[in-house]
């Protein structure tokens, strides 16, 4: 059996080294570590470089963000099993990738999880990152009441198959937990389990990329991608959210005007909470003022598209977050872009626009996590 290891980093030159032996020293298996450099600017390439070893698979590419390098990277897999492994942590132990391939195999799995151990910036253990132990409809409803903060973790383990199938479009691709996906009005799930012994070691400390302004900027994208979906199917009182319904189907926002403003209401309350547990202030920046607007302010406004406009505009995906954070920063975005957000900083809005351009609208739209009616002409 072959794991694969998908590791990108960035600025990482202190921790990789330790990372890159942690993964080379697993016992009982075969690994392949497929790292990628997403442009980093400090010595890493040269550590990466220093460990001398068949089993390593190098890519640089220009600083686009761990989303995309994960992409890029995982066209160099040829193993049986997957595995995400961020490049200043560790693993507890040699057997760790030999444990967890029996478990699934054992137990016809698609992958599995478990607590992490938290280390700080001299390995010294911490503590026990806790994650939710119970899969399926509970842990659902646990996202959801979490704000979309995925209760399980992002560094995952599973089959091969898996990886391409769902885990590539979810995470890779729209930046959401990768462990459910909403196709054809229903939400599906992976066949995960949880493992009572940690297999990996989160290290967490003030340089952490997760702290950071567009670290934050993108967690933010995928968890109201994440909320916007599972709002369409979970009614969720909003003065409090510890009442959690599943609706009979899909909530079809367009339903009727009552369901799409129950919607965008409880939309927008997770939206300000969230917005509260990062510590961001909406109105640092236009792209959170236009979300919250969105959802909070009903407008009656019905925007004609042209084609033209449409046709000559690059579609960004969730795995492009970095790349629309630094366009936004620098007042570049492209044209539909940035007249969503200057609509939506008025309130809800409509979109019009021509059949055969209604998937790219529809694509811009989900990438601003605007759930915004799409009607053809």
Not at 144 to 165: A, E
Not at 239 to 251: D, E, K
Not at 325 to 333: I, T
């Amino acid at each position: 059996m072959k794991v694969s290891v998908l590791m990108p980093t960035y600025n990482d030159s202190k921790y990789i080294g330790r990372a890159i032996e942690s993964v080379l020293s697993q016992r009982g298996v075969d690994v392949e570590l497929i790292i990628i450099n997403d442009g980093s600017t400090d010595e890493t390439e040269e550590v990466v470089h220093s460990y001398k070893d068949e089993r390593i698979k190098y890519i640089k590419q220009e600083n686009k963000g761990q989303l995309d390098a994960l992409l890029n990277g995982s066209r160099l897999v040829s193993g049986d099993f997957v595995c995400l492994f961020h490049s200043d942590d560790l693993l507890t132990d040699e057997f760790v990738f030999k444990r967890n391939t029996t478990r699934i195999l054992a137990r016809n799995l698609d992958g599995v999880y478990s607590d992490y151990i938290t280390m700080d910036e001299k390995c010294r253990e911490t503590g026990i990152l806790k994650v939710h132990r119970d899969f399926g409809e509970k842990a659902l409803r646990k996202l959801i009441q979490y704000s979309g903060s995925n209760v399980i973790g992002d560094p995952f383990f599973t089959k091969k198959n898996v990886f391409f199938r769902c885990i590539v479009k979810n995470y890779i691709i729209w930046n959401q937990p990768y462990w459910f996906a909403v196709d054809g009005g229903k939400i599906h799930l992976l066949r995960l389990e949880y493992i009572d012994q940690p297999w990996y070691k989160y290290r967490v400390y003030e340089g952490n990329y997760a702290r950071s302004d567009i670290g934050k900027f993108v967690a933010v994208n995928g968890v109201i991608r994440t909320i916007t979906d599972l709002s369409k199917f979970y009614r969720v009182p909003l003065t409090s959210f510890r009442y959690i319904h599943r609706l009979p189907t899909s909530l079809i926002v367009r339903r009727s005007r009552s369901s799409y403003e129950r919607y965008r209401a409880q939309v927008c309350a997770f939206t300000r909470k969230v917005f509260k547990g990062y510590g961001i202030d909406p109105d640092s920046n236009v792209y959170y003022q236009a979300l919250l607007s969105f959802y909070e302010k009903e407008s009656d406004v019905r925007l004609e598209i042209d084609n033209k406009l449409i046709n000559e505009t690059p579609l960004l995906l969730g795995k492009d977050v970095n790349v629309f954070y630094n366009m936004l920063l620098n007042d570049k975005l492209p044209g539909p872009y940035k007249l969503f957000l200057k609509t939506a900083l008025k309130g809800s809005f409509e979109v019009v626009i021509d059949k055969d351009f209604e998937k790219e609208v529809g694509m811009i739209l989900k990438f601003l996590n605007f759930s915004a009616p799409v009607l053809t002409r």
